[in-house]
Structures are given as C-alpha cells and as structure tokens.
C-alpha cells in the first residue's frame, strides 16, 4: 500500500466522498421535472450527471446531456423548483458512505485536521453535517460561495490550506472525481479518490490518483506519521466561511494565474 511521508492535513469532498446524496438529488430532480410538467428521468442517468453542483446538474438533466447547456431564464426557473425540494423541511436521505466515520474518528484521535469543501452552499453543508453527526471533525467547512471559482480550479485546496495553516504539499485531497484529481494536481497536493463514487460513469483510476481506496477506513493507514502541527483535529474552531476574500489566493505560486 502506498504511504504519504509527508501529510499534515486533510481536505475532504463531502457529495460522493463522505456522504452518498443520491437520493436528495433524485427527488429534487424529479419534483423539478414534475414542476416544469416534464417526464421523469432515468436514475441511472442522473448518477452520471452528478458532481459539479446544483446547476450544471439542472442544465445537465434538463438537456438530457452532460454539456448541455439552457437559457438563463429556464435556469432560474428550474433552479427555484429543485432547491425548494432538495432544502424542504423534511429530513435528508444523504447518508455517510461506509467506514467514513471511522476514518475521521481515527483521524482526529491523531489530532491531524480536516476541511470539507463542497459544491454546495456553507450554510446548507454545515448543516448537512450536523445531521449526519459528523460536523465537529471539521476546523472548516468551504461551500461554493466560500470558494470564488469551483473545482477544477484549486482555489478551494489554496483556502484550506491557509485555513490550516500548511502548505498545499501538506494537505491530502481526498475526493472522487476528476475535477479532484486536476485541482490537486494543480495545487500540487496529493490526492487520493474513492471507487465508489461520482465521475460521470467513468472508472476513477483513469485519472490517475495517487492510489484509490474502496473505504475510507483504510486512509488513515495511508499517512504515515501524524500532524507536525499538534493542532487538534476535532471541534470546528472558526465560524463557517461565507462568500469573502479568499486568503487562500496568497499561497497560489506567482499570485496564481486560475487554472483551467
């Protein structure tokens, strides 16, 4: 099994990665679909469209193609009836995947720390975590509108570790989908990915992860010696990121041209 010599920190995807929200996902699909008097959509297409947030898997959806592309006015509109199912009242069906909380159990009794970044809203992600029993792990938790460009661009990594205090060759990505990989990269962290989840109906191994694990019980035997920094992994420490400044941009070699 390969070993990172060198991991201070770590910065968790939360859709498809610690958590499975497929079936949130489906029924605000379907409640939009029903909204907007169309027919239902395959489930097994609506897995390969998942990944890159809310929008694009509206225009994705409503396209019947993962490029495709509709008018801002039938966006705002499509938009409006998938949130008011995917934040109604009732409680979430998103579940952790299996061997997640073992993993940041094990992790933050090493006192090594940990972000989450996410495609969706802070607010909503926090509270997302809370449900799932799961948030305290977390020193921060980034949502799109703590991040000023989404993944492929490494902006979210740049943040968290600034947020951590390490640099970004410290920080462990650990996700499930090329955009991971090529943010990662880009950011010049490694970056591990889960076989198990969402990368638009392709094999993760393709995009060449450091290596790839079928549970997340098993990443901590992965880093090999713990946190230089002693600084506590568990309790969040810092009020959650809104939509600001982004430290992060500093830590971008030469002022960081964005990647694409």
Request: with cysteine; net charge neutral.
């Amino acid at each position: 099994m390969v070993k990172l010599e060198s991991v201070s920190a770590v910065c968790f995807d939360l859709d498809g990665t610690l958590a499975d929200p497929f079936d949130d996902l489906y029924e605000a699909v379907s409640g939009m679909l029903r909204g907007l008097s169309l027919p239902d959509e395959d489930p097994h297409a609506i897995k390969d469209w998942i990944g890159d947030g809310a929008d694009l898997l509206i225009h994705r959806v409503l396209t019947r193609h993962i490029d495709g592309r509709v008018s801002t006015r039938v966006l705002n509109q499509a938009r409006a009836l998938f949130l008011s199912s995917y934040l109604g009242s009732k409680p979430p069906k998103t579940r952790l995947y299996p061997g997640v909380l073992a993993c940041l159990e094990t992790l933050s009794q090493r006192h090594i720390p940990m972000v989450c970044t996410t495609d969706m809203q802070t607010a909503h992600a926090n509270s997302l975590l809370r449900a799932l029993g799961v948030g305290h792990f977390f020193t921060r938790i980034l949502g799109a509108d703590a991040m000023s460009v989404g993944k492929p661009d490494p902006d979210g990594i740049y943040e968290a570790a600034a947020i951590l205090g390490v640099s970004p060759l410290e920080l462990l990505v650990v996700g499930d989908s090329v955009s991971d990989v090529h943010a990662a990269r880009a950011a010049g962290s490694p970056v591990i990915c889960v076989n198990y989840g969402y990368n638009y109906g392709t094999g993760i191994q393709k995009a060449c992860p450091d290596t790839t694990l079928d549970t997340l019980a098993s990443l901590p035997n992965i880093i090999a010696r713990p946190n230089r920094l002693g600084v506590p992994g568990q309790g969040v420490t810092a009020p959650p990121v809104l939509a600001g400044s982004l430290r992060g941009r500093a830590m971008r070699p030469k002022g960081g041209a964005q990647f694409r």
